[in-house]
């Protein structure tokens, strides 16, 4: 199986700054596209930020400017540099990424369990 695992979490003021992490690791042949995403009290989840596997990147509007992602490739490892935070960017964020597994030839998506980020004003 697959497992990706979150970390960066944490609680801070606005105009502050977190990284996140995400480290994939198990029967991982290759990953394709990875990316952020988030979920508020009483909202959808929505995509912030992904990346291909060639390194192109895309961000929700309301991020551009102030989140950056980035993948290291030889670790099996997606990060997202978050400044500026604003109350608003308040909700747990989770890793995802399109994995094709070593037991398979196609790509299935596997997601991690989460990681709570608190902005206060």
């Known amino acids: 199986q697959v497992q990706l695992v979150e970390s960066g979490g944490a609680l801070v003021q606005t105009g502050g700054s977190l990284r996140l992490s995400c480290a994939a690791s198990?029967?991982?042949?290759?990953?394709?596209?990875m990316g952020w995403y988030r979920q508020a009290p009483g909202n959808k989840r929505e995509l912030v930020a992904a990346?291909?596997?060639?390194?192109?990147?895309t961000y929700a509007d309301s991020v551009k400017g102030r989140f950056t992602i980035s993948r290291d490739n030889a670790k099996n490892t997606l990060y997202l540099e978050m400044d500026s935070l604003k109350p608003e960017d308040k909700a747990v964020y989770y890793c995802?990424?399109?994995?094709?597994?070593?037991?398979?030839?196609?790509?299935?998506?596997?997601w991690g369990q989460g990681t709570q980020v608190t902005v206060s004003s």
């Open positions: 990346v291909t596997s060639g390194g192109g990147t």
């Open positions: 995802s990424a399109a994995v094709r597994t070593t037991y398979s030839n196609t790509y299935s998506r596997f």
């Open positions: 198990g029967s991982i042949f290759s990953i394709n596209d």
